[in-house]
Nanobody
């Protein structure tokens, strides 16, 4: 499965961006689909994922500011990011973890938040 991410860019602190990630095929059953990020000089961290049952899981640092969602077909996951902070800067990558088969990663998309 190939994942195509879009929506990164540059924004000032307090601004908003929306990231989207679309899978090349519809996956019948998934564990999670969502987003990780890697800031300069830091390890990659989970930002927000949504489970196959529709439960959203957020990193503490983004709770209340970010919203993750997926479409009914489960082949697109969207991350709405509001009230962005400088610390949100990083390369955001989407992931799809199916119940069966290997994980898939999308190419990273850069989000830059300036003060």
């Amino acid at each position: 499965v190939q994942l195509q991410a879009s929506g990164g860019g540059s924004v000032q602190e307090g601004g908003s961006l929306t990231l989207s990630c679309t899978a090349s095929e519809i996956i019948g059953s998934i564990n999670v689909m969502g987003w990780y990020r890697q800031a300069p000089g830091k390890q990659r961290e989970q930002v927000a994922v949504i489970t196959g049952s529709g439960r959203a899981i957020y990193a503490e640092s983004v709770k209340g500011r970010f919203t993750v969602s997926s479409d009914d077909a489960k082949n697109t996951v969207t991350l709405e990011m509001n009230n962005l902070k400088v610390d949100d800067t990083g390369v955001y990558s989407c992931i799809l973890v199916p119940r069966v088969g290997p994980d898939s990663w999308g190419q990273g998309t850069l989000v830059t938040v300036s003060s």
